[in-house]
């Protein structure tokens, strides 16, 4: 019986990727800001492109990455040049992160969670010390880092949290385990969330190689291969005092995380749908059926037409968003608004430009599945599509709907 293989190694290929910008949103950018977006996707067409379909396949964590994102600065890209981050502003931290999710939803979860899951914690409620001995060392890739916060019983109710630690007078006992966490497996530190016995919810930094504490991958994802996840557990693991984090407590510290993730993510999730509606836009016009590009049908052209129109919406916000941010404007309503926007705006562009690639869209080749998989994590990461929902409905009317 003869074999079809599909998949040819995309190293093979070049990375041909056209940003769309009908609104000319780049005369609202600095020419600081169009620099280093060229710089990180000249490195993701030079370092993810070529060889992320092969990552995913294999679900395989590449781990040389952690070092080249450090040096490219891609890691806290908003904490000062003294801690050996970028000094940058918000808006630079999203094209950042918009470029690298145009190469791979997975790859910019390494990077989000350690810049703002991991350094922005330690940088925001770290004491001067803590500071000094992590920041540098997670800016540069020499350490990875992951955020413990989501339990198996409390995934969108973080608040209800069992881990937790006692104080035993020259340490803590952490006890508890965490779920889903990204880059779990690999890390050399934790940011974990617990409760003390008073139970107020605190963050600990917990180091690999702490007696009782290990780290077990999940497998057999569909989504986010290339990204390495697992569980985090705590079995009586003594952690030194100087180890929390000592200048602020309550949910809303690791909920303020979140804001500076979640804001990356609206700017990544757009990313991977310019990809795909630029790989769309481009079979359009080289695929022929019935004599003509597919690209000369009006039900192509619909398609392709409604892609441009939401990308172009979740770019304005982004920016706006990006604005608010930096000015210190930004709630964490609209936070969720931009996240909840793109990441679902960039799900139905995968499936159209899955539908506009026929059968050839199911394959590596092209990469709207790579990218519709990784999206149906990140519409739960992070508060779920309905969560964010609620987070406005909130909002709007005072009245939350949670519980
Ligand atoms: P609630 O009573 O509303 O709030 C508790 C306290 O927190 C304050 N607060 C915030 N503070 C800062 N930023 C925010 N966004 C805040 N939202 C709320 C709030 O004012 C209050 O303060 P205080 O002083 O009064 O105590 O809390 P709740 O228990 O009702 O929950 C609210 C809810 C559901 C919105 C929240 O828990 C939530 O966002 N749930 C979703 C959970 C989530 O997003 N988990 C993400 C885990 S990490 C992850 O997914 C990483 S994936 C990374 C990757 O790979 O890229
Ligand atoms: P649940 O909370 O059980 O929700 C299940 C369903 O119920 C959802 O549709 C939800 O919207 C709905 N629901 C829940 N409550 C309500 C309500 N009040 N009203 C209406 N509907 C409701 N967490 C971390 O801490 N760190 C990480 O690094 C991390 N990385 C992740 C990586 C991956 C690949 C994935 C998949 C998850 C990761 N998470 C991480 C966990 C993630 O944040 C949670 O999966 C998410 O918050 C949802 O929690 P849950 O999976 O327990 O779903």
């Not at 919810?201 to 990204?227: C, Q, Y």
Request: glycine fraction near 10%; hydrophobic fraction near 35%; proline fraction near 4%.
């Amino acid at each position: 019986m003869s074999e079809t293989t599909i998949t040819q190694p995309k190293s093979m290929k070049t990375d041909a990727f056209e940003a769309p910008d009908f609104y000319h949103i780049d005369d609202l950018l600095t020419e600081e800001h169009k620099l280093i977006r060229s710089s990180v996707r000249d490195f993701v067409k030079k370092e993810i492109s070529p060889y992320i379909e092969d990552w995913c396949q294999r679900a395989y964590f590449p781990e040389h990455m952690v070092k080249k994102f450090g040096e490219m600065g891609a890691f806290g890209p908003f904490v000062p040049e003294q801690y050996g981050g970028g000094g940058m502003d918000y808006i630079s931290y999203g094209l950042i992160m918009q470029e690298i999710e145009r190469g791979d939803s997975g790859m910019r979860s390494t990077a989000s969670v350690q810049g703002s899951l991991v350094m922005y914690p330690i940088y925001k409620f770290g004491s001067e010390k803590q500071k000094q001995k992590y920041l540098p060392k997670l800016a540069s890739g020499e350490m990875l880092g992951c955020f413990g916060l989501t339990e198996p019983d409390y995934g969108s109710n973080p608040g209800g949290m069992v881990t937790n630690f006692k104080d035993m007078g020259d340490h803590y006992l952490l006890n508890g385990a965490k779920m889903w966490i990204s880059n779990a497996p690999k890390a050399d530190i934790a940011v974990v969330w617990a409760k003390s016995e008073e139970g107020r919810i605190h963050g600990l930094i917990v180091e690999r190689g702490m007696e009782g504490f290990s780290t077990p991958e999940t497998h057999n994802k569909w989504s986010l291969r290339a990204s390495t996840t697992g569980e985090l557990v705590f079995d009586n693991v003594k952690v030194p005092k100087e180890n929390l984090l000592p200048n602020k407590s309550g949910l809303g510290a690791p909920l303020m995380c979140l804001d500076s993730a979640r804001f990356g993510i609206a700017w990544g999730a757009t990313g991977a749908a310019m990809d795909c509606y630029d790989a769309a836009r481009r079979y359009s016009l080289e695929r022929i059926q019935f004599d003509k590009p597919i690209g000369s049908f009006q039900l192509i052209q619909k398609k392709l037409a409604e892609m441009l129109t939401e990308i172009t919406k979740a770019q304005l916000l982004n920016w706006k968003l990006g604005k608010m941010m930096d000015e210190g404007k930004a709630t964490s309503a609209q936070i969720s608004m931009a996240k909840r926007n793109s990441v679902t705006m960039a799900l139905d562009i995968a499936r159209e430009a899955r539908q506009i690639h026929g059968g050839m869209g199911i394959t590596g080749e092209y990469p709207m599945m790579r990218h519709m998989t990784n999206l149906e994590s990140v519409v739960t990461y992070e508060g779920t599509h309905d969560i964010h929902l609620l987070i406005l409905g909130h909002e709007i009317t005072g009245i939350p709907a949670f519980k």
